[in-house]
């Protein structure tokens, strides 16, 4: 069993001694699922990149936007949305903890 919420508080405060404002850590590998902690400092990002075949993100705590070429999607504290298939990056808004959900391979079932 896995404490979301600790690990959470553990990569944010990690976070904020990266210079970067981020922090992240797969948690979970189930054949092609995986979940990931990300925890960003307030103004910072994860640059543009390619969204995998399936997935979602979980706000945890804090405010947050995915933002792709058709806008942006803001998310707060309890709030899930899917993660659209195009490129996409992801800011904060203030500090936040979010749980991303992705299926790597649904060809195969591999990972």
Same mark, same amino acid.
Request: aromatic share 0%.
């Given at each position: 069993?896995?404490?979301?919420? #600790? ?7 990690? *976070? ?37 075949? #399936? ?16 806008? *942006? ?36 079932? *591999?990972?």
């Amino acid at each position: 069993m896995i404490d979301v919420l #600790a690990l959470g508080e553990e990569h944010l405060a990690l *976070a904020r001694e990266n210079p970067h404002g981020r922090s992240a850590h797969t948690f979970l590998r189930e054949g092609p699922l995986r979940q990931a902690i990300i925890a960003l400092t307030a103004g910072s990002a994860l640059g543009e990149h390619e969204a995998p075949p #399936a997935a979602s993100l979980h706000v945890l705590s804090g405010r947050v936007r995915i933002m792709d070429e058709e806008g *942006a999607i803001g998310l707060a504290t309890g709030q899930i949305a899917p993660i659209p298939l195009l490129r996409h990056s992801l800011e904060a808004d203030e500090d936040s903890v979010v749980v991303l959900t992705t299926v790597v391979d649904l060809a195969s079932g *591999a990972g």
